[in-house]
């Protein structure tokens, strides 16, 4: 089984609607990320957290919330979703603050 | 804030050629610099990374990567690329605080396409 696993892989959504992203992970890491990636820039960092009580914004984090479930859990939520939140979310998870392992991504579509 | 650069949107090689990937960084400490790649449809794998200690790294897959601290890069290199190493590749620095890593800054990217 997969260490970090997304759920769901690919969503098609509706301008308005609530979304939310989850991921799990196995590795018994502390810290847990969300990025989003847009063709031609890269991978921007959401929001990250170091434990359940300790959730910190990212350079993008306007239009999106999280919830730190369990250390094994960390969701990303888009309250109302527009269409340029269209983009290929990573969950990501790292030990004590170096190398990242990143799941396989979910793809959401905003119409 | 640190960022980083990747030069080349796009880079074309021929199959058993040599390859380097040009990466720049601005980071204010000790920087933890990383390369990962990502296939057509696929999730990011890391190749390689820099924490301290021997500027030239080794990876996965052949590749290899030198930190020159005087020019702020990190260049990946393979000395004969396949057809399978087509994909893109992202460089990436670690921000850390007292409470561990604060989320990697990504470059870009640099898509690499393999010529027959």
């Known amino acids: 089984d997969a260490d970090v696993t997304q759920t769901p892989r690919n969503r098609i959504t509706k301008t308005g609607k609530r979304i939310m992203l989850e991921c799990s992970q196995t590795?018994?890491?502390?810290?847990m990320y969300w990025y989003r990636q847009d063709p031609g820039l890269g991978l921007r960092l959401i929001y990250y957290?170091?434990?359940?009580?300790?959730?910190n914004k990212g350079e993008i984090s306007d239009g999106y919330s999280v919830s730190r479930q369990a250390q094994a859990k960390f969701s990303l939520s888009l309250e109302s979703a527009i269409p340029n939140q269209t983009a290929l979310y990573f969950c990501?998870?790292?030990?004590?603050?170096?190398?990242?392992?990143f799941g396989p991504g979910t793809r959401l579509t905003v119409l | 804030a640190q960022s980083v650069t990747q030069p080349d949107i796009h880079i074309t090689v021929s199959e058993g050629a040599s390859l380097e990937l040009r990466c720049n960084y601005s980071?204010?400490?000790?920087?933890?610099l990383f390369w990962y790649v990502q296939s057509p449809g696929q999730g990011l794998q890391l190749l390689l990374k820099?924490?301290?200690?021997?500027?030239l790294v080794q990876g996965i897959k052949g590749f290899e990567a030198e930190f020159k601290r005087s020019q702020s890069s990190f260049n990946l290199r393979k000395p004969s690329v396949h057809w399978s190493d087509a994909a893109e590749y992202f460089c990436?620095?670690?921000?850390?605080?007292?409470?561990?890593?604060?989320?990697?800054?990504f470059g870009k990217g640099t898509h690499l396409i393999i010529q027959p």
């Open positions: 980071y204010g400490a000790t920087p933890y």
């Open positions: 957290s170091f434990d359940v009580k300790d959730i």
């Open positions: 990436a620095v670690g921000a850390y605080s007292g409470g561990g890593a604060d989320g990697l800054t």
């Open positions: 990501a998870t790292s030990d004590f603050g170096y190398e990242q392992f």
């Open positions: 590795k018994g890491h502390d810290r």
């Open positions: 820099y924490f301290s200690g021997d500027t």
